[in-house]
């Protein structure tokens, strides 16, 4: 069976539980229509670069589908029909990357790092600024 990798976004003012219990709808719509998913990752709630749909954020996922091509049709066509899924995108791929996707990844790696600005005084942080009295450009001097 083709390989698939499908992403979809869920609206951003569901829960995540909600967000959640989608993934496991959509991968038991995929298992009933005779496919298989072989791997879910939710992304989290995460900014989008424009508006969708009047939204500023989403709720992000990844499925990993091993299906024949009717059932990712069928999938998408409820997709298209649920107003909580606000964009997806499927891709045929020729094998699946056994490991975490580059998304999660990243959050593991700032998990361990302690944060995007871990020392707020160092060089990128909001630490005072030199050289300037105040906003208006003068010296101290």
């Known amino acids: 069976m083709p390989l698939y990798e499908h992403v979809f976004l869920v609206r951003q003012d569901v829960s995540t539980q909600h967000a959640e219990q989608a993934i496991k709808d959509w991968k038991a719509i995929v298992e009933k229509e005779g496919g298989k998913v072989a791997k879910s990752e939710y992304w989290g709630l995460r900014p989008l670069a424009y508006k969708i749909k009047k939204n500023r954020k989403a709720h992000f996922a ?80």
């Open 62 to 141: 990844l499925m990993h589908i091993d299906a024949p091509h009717e059932t990712v049709a069928e999938m998408e066509r409820q997709m298209r029909l649920s107003s909580d899924i606000l964009r997806f995108l499927t891709v045929r791929v020729d094998e699946f990357d056994p490991e975490p996707s580059p998304i999660m990844r990243r959050s593991d790696r700032d998990d361990r790092r302690g944060g995007r600005f871990r020392d707020r005084d160092g060089p990128r942080g909001g630490g005072r600024r030199h050289g300037r009295d105040d906003d208006r450009g003068r010296d101290r001097r």
